[in-house]
């Protein structure tokens, strides 16, 4: 089975249905899931900010949020000094950065829908 390294732009169009969400369950299928132990919190961000947008479907994210919370993603501690030292010769997010940096460990691709980590890992 394939690893990759998913981050929160692609379990968010999953998780919430925007419009690449078949395309997320798509490139994700079949694959073990690995991810920095960042994302339970960035991907609680993203359902703050849809909450804040729709406060009548605070539930319904919460629960999603949930739901893609529970799928088999492995989570991993990355080095708070190496993914500094990788942003700042990137100049990418340190969130964007410890992606990167797991991929990177893991010699495996990193799925994402940000374009510029796309761009910078591609």
């Not at 960035?42 to 539930?59: C, D, N």
């Not at 708070?80 to 991929?103: I, M, P, Q």
């Amino acid at each position: 089975m394939p690893v990759k390294v998913v981050d929160a732009s692609v379990l968010a169009a999953l998780a919430f249905g925007e419009p690449r969400a078949d395309e997320a369950a798509s490139l994700l299928s079949g694959a073990d899931l690995y991810a920095p132990d960042l994302l339970p919190y960035e991907m609680a961000s993203v359902a703050l900010k849809k909450s804040e947008r729709y406060p009548t479907q605070t539930h319904q994210i919460a629960s999603a949020l949930e739901a893609v919370l529970s799928l088999d993603i492995s989570l991993v501690s990355v080095a708070a000094t190496d993914v500094l030292a990788l942003a700042l010769e990137t100049e990418l997010t340190v969130y964007d950065a410890a992606y990167f940096h797991l991929a990177q460990n893991l010699k495996c691709p990193l799925v994402t829908f940000d374009e510029r980590l796309a761009r910078q890992t591609g």
